[in-house]
């Protein structure tokens, strides 16, 4: 399925510098749910994590199952057409190969690759392996490279890109055959791979970028599907979506993901100091953020949540103080307006849990500025 959206959604906006526009869409965790498949599949996903060595797992994201914001891109001479998730929690970009002999099911969207049918396509012998979150899900197959472009036009590319083709991937389907929203994962992370880089360090390395960097700008869409909900830029700033810049963090290179310092976490009259090891990793595929434990039993109570045992609830007009973050001595405040949404039967959704992670919430009340070459991570106001 390739997302149309009636607007301009991928621009040249200088030499070096474009973007594409993210769509939002329903989680894999929303399909189960409204079909009344959760609990099987956590049941299918425990008995496969049984046989799993979870040492292999090289991803941050838990499964994808709260994946929300979507990327269209072609691969290709003709161009083939693909939705995939832009994953700053792993390294490796890859799509279903054509011939895939192992795939428990065909892609969600029914789009896969054929290198046959690109006469730009060069299959190197190389291979490659991911696995993500807890190691219930993962992919493997050969790599190749092609033109690669991101967005719905056609003025940029990024000539032999490496990617690969996915002859085998567990656990991106549930029960009754219900798909995650994607056909592939566009990995961001700042680890380099041997065999298949990520696409921004090809964008780097060929000289196609103002500056070595990447911009995240998310909307807030509730239940929307199909619609556009931010904006990836990349060699620059998102500066009609981004205000100045107003803090930033450092990460440390080599790494799988964007891990930074935060020194404390505060709600109402509740302040945590946290050890300087405790790392929040920033999470565009997690729907949620996580806070140490008293703050998330406050904050559960002060908006009268209830739980049907896959998610929390509250009314949606509830209201609460801001979770404050304090990173580099400055103050990150996400308001209730983010964690409380999705309306569903006249109430919310509730995306706050227990332990300390930075997703949507997050990642929608900042710009995120991915700085590779100075390895930070710059925070703006979004203007709107």
Same mark, same amino acid.
């Given at each position: 399925?390739?997302?149309?959206? *009636? ?21 894999? %965790? ?30 941050? =994201? ?28 792993? $390294? ?9 002999? $192992? ?48 967005? /719905? ?11 690969? =083709? ?5 656990? *991106? ?46 909307? %807030? ?12 830029? *990349? ?41 300087? /090891?405790?790392?929040? %990793?920033?999470?565009?595929? $997690? ?20 739980? /049907? ?7 949606? $007009? ?57 390895? %930070? ?8």
């Amino acid at each position: 399925m390739w997302y149309i959206v *009636f607007s301009a959604l991928f621009s040249l906006t200088s030499a070096a510098v474009f973007y594409a526009e993210l769509t939002k869409v329903e989680s894999f %965790r929303e399909r189960l749910v409204r079909a009344g498949e959760w609990e099987n599949y956590l049941r299918e996903k425990e008995a496969h994590l049984q046989k799993f060595d979870k040492s292999e797992s090289q991803s941050t =994201l838990y499964d994808y199952e709260d994946s929300e914001y979507v990327i269209n891109i072609t691969i290709g001479t003709p161009p083939q057409f693909f939705v995939v998730l832009p994953d700053i929690g792993s $390294n490796i970009f890859w799509v279903v190969d054509k011939n895939c002999p $192992n795939c428990e099911y065909p892609p969600p969207n029914g789009d896969r690759f054929d290198p046959s049918q690109s006469s730009t396509c060069n299959e190197t012998g190389k291979t490659y392996h991911i696995a993500y979150g807890d190691g219930s899900a993962g992919s493997s197959g050969d790599v190749a490279e092609d033109v690669l472009t991101i967005g /719905d036009d056609q003025n940029f590319t990024v000539q032999n890109t490496a990617f690969g =083709l996915a002859s085998y991937f567990h656990n *991106f389907v549930g029960a009754s055959e219900i798909f995650h929203p994607f056909d592939g994962i566009f990995g961001l992370s700042p680890e380099q791979d041997a065999n298949v880089s990520s696409p921004i360090f090809t964008m780097i390395e060929q000289n196609l970028l103002d500056q070595s960097i990447f911009t995240f700008y998310l909307q %807030r869409r509730g239940h929307a599907e199909g619609v556009p909900a931010g904006r990836l830029t *990349f060699g620059g700033i998102d500066e009609e979506n981004c205000g100045p810049v107003i803090g930033y963090a450092n990460f440390t290179l080599p790494s799988w993901y964007y891990s930074i310092l935060v020194d404390q976490v505060a709600y109402k009259d509740i302040v945590i100091k946290l050890e300087t /090891d405790n790392l929040a %990793r920033i999470d565009s595929g $997690n729907a949620w953020i996580f806070v140490p434990n008293e703050i998330f039993n406050k904050y559960i109570v002060d908006v009268n949540a209830t739980t /049907d045992g896959s998610y929390y609830y509250a009314d949606c $007009n509830a209201t609460t103080d801001p979770v404050i973050f304090i990173i580099g001595g400055h103050e990150y405040e996400v308001e209730s307006q983010q964690l409380i949404t999705d309306p569903e039967n006249d109430t919310c959704r509730l995306y706050i849990g227990s332990g300390l992670g930075l997703g949507d919430p997050f990642m929608r009340s900042y710009c995120h500025v991915f700085d590779i070459g100075n390895e %930070r991570i710059d925070f703006a106001k979004p203007k709107a």
